[in-house]
Every structure is written in C-alpha cells, then in structure tokens.
C-alpha cells in the first residue's frame, strides 16, 4: 500500500515584526499588520497549493508551531486574526477537499505552565483536523499509550515538542525513551511515519525515533528546508522568520511512501514578492559618519530600494556594521542611522523600504544602544558559540594578559550548562577535565 502526504511546519501565525518598521502599514485594514500578514498570506497559499496537487494527498501534517505565540519570549495568546486564519483556512481546505489534517504542538503557541493548548479549541472548530498537543504526550507517557492516529492509508505517531530539561529534571529521560521504543513502536505492515517537532542542537529531536522503523519521519522546529537522514525531512518555515532565513528556499514538501521503502520526497517552493535584505557593510579605517550613510544609501541604490511605496513589495532591510574608524563611533553612527531611517520610513520617502534596523559591531570606547533591535521575537539557537564569542572578543579591547582561550571555554561551558547540554559543577578543574 502507498500512501501520499503533504508536510508542513513553523508557519508562525501571528508574528509580528515590531522594531524599525514603518508605522501605520496595514496587511488588512485595522486588523493585521502588513508584516503579520505575510505569515498569513504563506498559510493560505499553502492549503491553496496542496489542494490543487495530482494525484490528492492523503493528508496533511503540521509539525508545529503552528501559531508563534504564547512561548517562552511571549506569554501572550495569538491575535485574533491569527487564530480566525487558522480556523478558516482549515474549514476551507477540508470541506473542500476532503482531506484530513494533523498539527502537533511545537515549543511555540505553547503554554508552558498551563494545562490547556489552543490546539484543541482550533479542533473543535474544525471538523475533520486532528492534533497532538504536548499534554496528549504527558497523558500517553503517563499511562502507558500511544500516540497515534490512523488514517485509510497509513498510521501516523506524533511526537508533539517535549523539553529535555524537563525530562532530566524530573528524571523520566529512561522512562520517555521506554516509551517511544515500547509503545511508538509500528503495529501495521502499512506505511507508519512519525511526527515531531525538534532539533539536536537543544536536544528536543529525541534519537530513539530513528530507530523505530518509521517509513517516514516529518520534522519540524528547524526552519530550514532539508533533509534530517534518510528517512527524515524539515519541511521548514514558509515565510521568513528571521533575516538569516532568507538564504533558504521554502515551501512545503509532497511526501510518497510506501511500507518498507524510502520516501520520495518533492519539495514544493514559493516565491516571494516582498524582497529582503540581509547584508554587511564595512567600515573602513578612513570613513566617516556620514561616508557610512552614503554606504547605506548606495546599497539602497543597488538592491533596487529607490522605487515608489508598494505594500506588496516594501522591503525589509537589517545591516550589519563591521570595523571600526577613528572618525566614527557608535554612538554617533546611531544618531545618523536613526536620522536616515526616518526619512526612509516616512510618508514622503523616496525608498520602496517598511523595515529598517541595523547591528554596529565595532571596538569603540562609546557605547550606543539602538532604538531597534532585532526584527521579531526570536529564539537564537546558536550554531557554533565558539566561533561567535571568539568574534565577539575581537570586537573589544582586552587587556593582553588575559587568556582568551580561557574566556572562550567558559563562555561556551555556561551556555552549555543553561541549555542543559552540561551537567554538574561549572569551574576550573570541569573545564580543564573536558579538554583532557
């Protein structure tokens, strides 16, 4: 038996990118923002895309975060608007087609300190979706069960997101790991593929479910779309969370499988209208404050910035300042910027831009803190925290007695202990024990 899915994941309904943005710009009027409604605009094409695929799918997974808030940055609930597109949407889609749909819960639009999830008011609203909240895990683990639904074709185990520091803390790490292996375990010679949503980088992706046989696995938390092994796929996030995503392609993901054999996996990608720029100017030894503001303004030139205001189009701008000049300091480099962006952002500009905001990363004496910060509420998993904090100690003046290496494997064993990665005492003797 063969059975055919479409997996999408991290479509963060109800983002709202706040910092650097131009004011009073509306998606739909006096109801959504126009960067709120991108997001919004991404889910729509999505279902509109899946519904018109041939041969149909069978159904359609959502591997979380569904909504991007409440979370641990944000305890609000979504706007409104998010949760009206979400129901909408998805009673279109399903009376319309007659497919299923399955959304497990993410780390976002996830109380953490409350019994309830807002996928299960979304359920009753929705006839034929299905969800897998993180307290229908608590419930399996704890009596025993799984956590899985069958569908015509094919039987579907859902991994809604689970802290590992949690586990470790109340010491059911063994016993979740029994679990999955005891009771997530394929019962069907059908095609069985699993559901979750994490990553290793903060031990969230648990390793027991790529030993489970699953003919599929459909991830999610990473918003970069690809491949996790052979059998496991992020569909990721289907419109631009964060500027550093814009180097990706993305979309969604048409999934066949069949028992016993690897997927064939077809990504589906979407263009965009609305152009961002992500880019690094340097400063150079000899600039000035206002050479770097030519800087910016030729750049503008150059990405095709200088055009009349269209919603549909309005540009989101972050630049990064690296270098340093003897002429120009940071505090005075942000007084000009802030300048600059005003006359960007205004009602009578020149520039096609509705979001400006920058980082200056230079050694000066003076400190500026910006105005505006980075571009959403945003979880920073880091890649390489050694190769960041050694950039960072470049940007400061440090006396030449201290020992770097030092900073640096101290610096990276905290955030190694804060994330859980590390356990036990931090101190010299477990620094100098981890390098032996």
């Given at each position: 038996?063969?059975?055919?899915?479409?997996?999408?994941?991290?479509?963060?309904?109800?983002?709202?990118?706040?910092?650097?943005?131009?004011?009073?710009?509306?998606?739909?009027?006096?109801?959504?923002?126009?960067?709120?409604?991108?997001?919004?605009?991404?889910?729509?094409?999505?279902?509109?895309?899946?519904?018109?695929?041939?041969?149909?799918?069978?159904?359609?997974?959502?591997?979380?975060?569904?909504?991007n808030s409440p979370w641990e940055g944000n305890p609000s609930?979504?706007?409104?608007?998010?949760?009206?597109?979400?129901?909408?949407?998805?009673?279109?889609?399903?009376?319309?087609?007659?497919?299923?749909?399955?959304?497990?819960?993410?780390?976002?639009?996830?109380?953490?300190?409350?019994?309830?999830?807002?996928?299960?008011?979304?359920?009753?609203?929705?006839?034929?979706?299905?969800?897998?909240?993180?307290?229908?895990?608590?419930?399996?683990?704890?009596?025993?069960?799984?956590?899985?639904?069958?569908?015509?074709?094919?039987?579907?185990?859902?991994?809604?997101?689970?802290?590992?520091?949690?586990?470790?803390?109340?010491?059911?790490?063994?016993?979740?790991?029994?679990?999955?292996?005891?009771?997530?375990?394929?019962?069907r010679t059908r095609p069985s593929i699993a559901v979750a949503?994490?990553?290793?980088?903060?031990?969230?992706?648990?390793?027991?479910?790529?030993?489970?046989?699953?003919?599929?696995?459909?991830?999610?938390?990473?918003?970069?779309?690809?491949?996790?092994?052979?059998?496991?796929?992020?569909?990721?996030?289907?419109?631009?969370?964060?500027?550093?995503?814009?180097?990706?392609?993305?979309?969604?993901?048409?999934?066949?499988?069949?028992?016993?054999?690897?997927?064939?996996?077809?990504?589906?990608?979407?263009?965009?209208?609305?152009?961002?720029?992500?880019?690094?100017?340097?400063?150079?030894?000899?600039?000035?404050?206002?050479?770097?503001?030519?800087?910016?303004?030729?750049?503008?030139?150059?990405?095709?910035?200088?055009?009349?205001?269209?919603?549909?189009?309005?540009?989101?701008?972050?630049?990064?300042?690296?270098?340093?000049?003897?002429?120009?300091?940071?505090?005075?480099?942000?007084?000009?910027?802030?300048?600059?962006?005003?006359?960007?952002?205004?009602?009578?500009?020149?520039?096609?831009?509705?979001?400006?905001?920058?980082?200056?990363?230079?050694?000066?004496?003076?400190?500026?803190?910006?105005?505006?910060?980075?571009?959403?509420?945003?979880?920073?998993?880091?890649?390489?925290?050694?190769?960041?904090?050694?950039?960072?100690?470049?940007?400061?003046?440090?006396?030449?007695?201290?020992?770097?290496?030092?900073?640096?494997?101290?610096?990276?064993?905290?955030?190694?202990?804060?994330?859980g990665k590390k356990q036990g005492r931090l101190n010299t003797?477990?620094?100098?024990?981890?390098?032996?």
């Amino acid at each position: 038996m063969k059975a055919r899915i479409a997996h999408i994941s991290d479509t963060h309904l109800g983002t709202r990118p706040r910092d650097g943005v131009k004011p009073n710009v509306w998606g739909e009027e006096m109801r959504s923002q126009l960067l709120e409604n991108d997001f919004y605009e991404r889910f729509r094409e999505i279902f509109e895309a899946i519904a018109q695929i041939d041969p149909p799918v069978d159904l359609v997974v959502h591997s979380g975060d569904l909504y991007n808030s409440p979370w641990e940055g944000n305890p609000s609930q979504p706007p409104v608007v998010a949760q009206e597109t979400a129901i909408t949407v998805l009673q279109n889609f399903i009376e319309k087609t007659g497919i299923p749909v399955l959304i497990i819960e993410g780390n976002h639009g996830l109380y953490r300190l409350l019994e309830v999830s807002l996928l299960d008011s979304l359920k009753l609203a929705v006839p034929g979706l299905d969800v897998a909240t993180q307290q229908d895990l608590k419930h399996a683990v704890r009596d025993e069960e799984p956590l899985v639904y069958s569908y015509e074709k094919l039987d579907v185990y859902c991994f809604p997101f689970m802290d590992a520091a949690v586990l470790r803390s109340a010491n059911l790490t063994d016993r979740f790991d029994d679990w999955i292996t005891t009771h997530q375990s394929r019962v069907r010679t059908r095609p069985s593929i699993a559901v979750a949503h994490g990553m290793e980088i903060d031990q969230s992706l648990f390793k027991s479910i790529f030993a489970m046989d699953y003919d599929y696995i459909a991830l999610g938390h990473d918003h970069h779309q690809h491949q996790q092994s052979k059998k496991a796929w992020y569909a990721g996030a289907p419109e631009r969370w964060r500027f550093d995503e814009t180097r990706h392609d993305k979309g969604f993901l048409v999934v066949d499988v069949e028992a016993g054999s690897e997927p064939v996996v077809s990504p589906h990608i979407l263009e965009y209208k609305r152009i961002v720029v992500n880019e690094m100017i340097t400063i150079d030894v000899d600039d000035t404050v206002e050479s770097v503001s030519d800087k910016v303004l030729a750049l503008f030139d150059d990405k095709g910035l200088k055009a009349p205001w269209d919603p549909e189009t309005a540009a989101r701008v972050r630049l990064v300042f690296e270098g340093k000049a003897t002429r120009v300091n940071s505090f005075d480099l942000g007084i000009a910027l802030e300048a600059l962006r005003i006359k960007i952002l205004s009602t009578e500009s020149e520039y096609n831009v509705v979001q400006f905001f920058w980082n200056v990363r230079q050694s000066v004496d003076e400190e500026f803190v910006a105005a505006s910060y980075p571009e959403i509420e945003s979880e920073y998993l880091i890649q390489d925290p050694e190769e960041d904090f050694r950039a960072y100690l470049e940007t400061l003046e440090i006396d030449k007695t201290m020992n770097t290496d030092l900073l640096t494997k101290i610096a990276v064993r905290s955030l190694e202990h804060a994330v859980g990665k590390k356990q036990g005492r931090l101190n010299t003797e477990s620094i100098r024990m981890d390098d032996e």
